[in-house]
């Protein structure tokens, strides 16, 4: 889904697009070996996931905090044992994996996959100083190395729920459950998607911002714990649960954001308005209300640099286009909102400039409209105000909107206040979900 970012003391991140499971793993030929194996390192019944921590990695460092061990592909062929602490590096040289040990020698050439496991209990692996449970694989990839973590979709949710939905205090606990089952049922979504690629999940915002053993908390764990394979369920099957940092006042419906996704009956508008007064669940957000502000070297230098990746002069293109060069568009008129959808976000943005128009629609207006370190808008829920120069240029563009982040499904501040107020965490998300019911999953 979408992204919702770290604010204040509350990192919060919303999931992206699907992005589907490898039908068969590395070694999965040998036998199915690697599949046994791991069902002794995950819980029983745990269904393993397999999180990307990095994609195009040069020189991985891997460890653990006791005795491990890293094998060439399955456990039958060991290459380093290592000790409590002691930190190698993994490289690529000419298409094979070589381990680095501490003292620069280097092993053998290998083709890999490389699997790293703890060899003593309750122990764990690290990956650039960070702990993880279950096991890191690392395979050779056109960009460098991918880095993979495998573990139980249980385990890995402990790692997730609280960067997710931050550190909360007594009487949230509901907002954290809630969290937990939207993660979950996330996660199976993924899970259930067929692709060729070796992983599940990134384990960034472009999924679900994932830290492993170090970001895990004891009410998190206690939510994950008390919501054990609970997802959420829309006509019997588990859905897609976007969510995000901030509605603003009202969630939105996926296609009047994610404008190229049709409609889904369960992700509809709903008002984050608390009952009978002027104040909304979710307004205790540092980004409820907020203003952002465009020079005009500014402006022009921005869209500049992004109107090419997600416009193609009067029609938007079919696709975002990250590698469209830089376009040149002279000055900039006027910047005109010429739409907007059933919950109050910009639906259409024009941008009218010296050498042509340039139309933005739902989401993609976030991706163009940066701020000077790159950071997205904040969300497509606001209104603009701009002012021109004697040449007719636009000078200073400002936008007052609400709201961090897509909007769709649930809002994560908004359960947060809707805990507060006593709901518990299968009325938040039956109540962001619509027509959806809190089931269990095998």
Known sequence: MNRVAAIAIFGVAACASSLPRTAAEPGAGEGGSAERELEEIVDQGDRPVRIALATAATSPRIGGTESWRLYNRTSSDIVVRGSASEVVRVEN?????VVIRANGTPTGGNRG????????PGSFLTYEGKRYR????????????LVVNRLGIESYLRGVVPLEIGNRVAGEEAAVEAQAVAARSYSYIKLAANSAREFDMYSSVQDQVYGGADAEKPMADAAVGATRKMVLLYGGKVVNTPYSSTCGGSTSAVEEVWWREPPQPHLRPVSDRVPGTDKFYCDASPRFRWTAAFEKANLRETLEKYLGQYSSGAEPTVAPNPSSPRVSIGSVRSVRVDGRTPSDRVSTLTVQTARGNYVLRGNDIRFVLRGPTGTILNSTSFTAESATDSTG?????TLTGGGFGHGIGMCQWGAIGRARAGQDYRTILTTYYQGTTVGTID
């Open 93 to 97: 040289r000419n298409g094979e994996l």
């Open 113 to 120: 996959p490389f699997i790293v496991r703890a060899t003593s």
């Open 134 to 145: 279950g096991e890191i694989r690392i395979t050779p990839a056109a960009t460098g190395l």
């Open 393 to 397: 240029e636009v000078s200073r563009l």
